[in-house]
């Protein structure tokens, strides 16, 4: 199937880490990832990471892939209010330019 | 510099009514062009999308059509809308499978 599935919300202490998790199905997905949509907004693209790399690290962003279990997270580093968002991670499928989205999560930060 | 428009940004319509979005894109060529619906609470729904010019893709059975009358327009009609089609509506472009896609700001429509 072309499930993609994440948790729904995720509540963090500004200053915290915020770790975001997804599981895809198709395995031969070539790229994974990971969009943010602030409200009444758009999605912007944060980060996106092959599927020959472990991890990939940009500034307070970290995204891991776990290949054998199909199995992406995206980690916030001291988190912040402005973090506050739905997260969505994508796959996209081998030889197409389709992208499926998981269901977003809702991160919500408090001070 | 790439940029994506789409308008208008919200929409209320009658029941019964007819409906188009429309999508624009500048600073690119012969882009893959997307049109996604976002239900309240909800994920993502992949509705069109386009590789070319009056090339268009339905991925679920529904009350909508896509037109692409132009390399970088992409138009979302509904010739009498429903209740059900409620929801945020957001198009998409891509060129290069590396860079995802880039949205617009989206149409939050809402069908009374």
């Known amino acids: 199937g072309e499930d993609v599935e994440q948790s729904l919300f995720l509540s963090v202490r500004e200053g915290d880490s915020s770790v975001i998790n997804c599981t895809y199905t198709d395995s031969s997905s070539t790229y994974l990832y990971w969009y943010k949509q602030e409200p009444g907004a758009g999605l912007q693209l944060l980060t996106y990471?092959?599927?020959?790399?472990d991890m990939k690290q940009d500034q307070r962003l970290t995204v891991l892939l776990n290949k054998k279990d199909k199995h992406l997270s995206l980690r916030i580093a001291d988190t912040q209010t402005g973090d506050s968002a739905i997260y969505f991670c994508?796959?996209?499928?081998?030889?197409?330019?389709?992208?499926?989205f998981g269901t977003g999560t809702r991160l919500q930060v408090f001070p | 510099s790439q940029t994506i428009h789409q308008w208008p940004a919200t929409l209320v319509q009658p029941v019964g009514s007819p409906l188009s979005l429309e999508c624009t894109v500048e600073g690119t060529s012969n882009p893959n062009l997307y049109w996604y619906r976002q239900a309240a609470g909800r994920g993502l729904q992949l509705l069109f999308y386009?590789?070319?010019?009056?090339?268009i893709s339905s991925e679920v059975p529904q009350n909508l059509s896509a037109s692409r009358p132009q390399d970088r327009q992409f138009i979302l009609s509904s010739k009498k809308l429903l209740l059900s089609d409620s929801g945020f509506y957001l198009c998409?472009?891509?060129?290069?499978?590396?860079?995802?896609?880039?949205f617009g700001s989206g149409t939050r429509l809402t069908v009374v």
């Open positions: 386009s590789v070319g010019i009056g090339q």
């Open positions: 994508a796959e996209g499928l081998y030889n197409t330019d389709k992208l499926i």
């Open positions: 990471i092959f599927s020959n790399m």
């Open positions: 998409a472009w891509s060129v290069r499978r590396a860079y995802g896609y880039t």
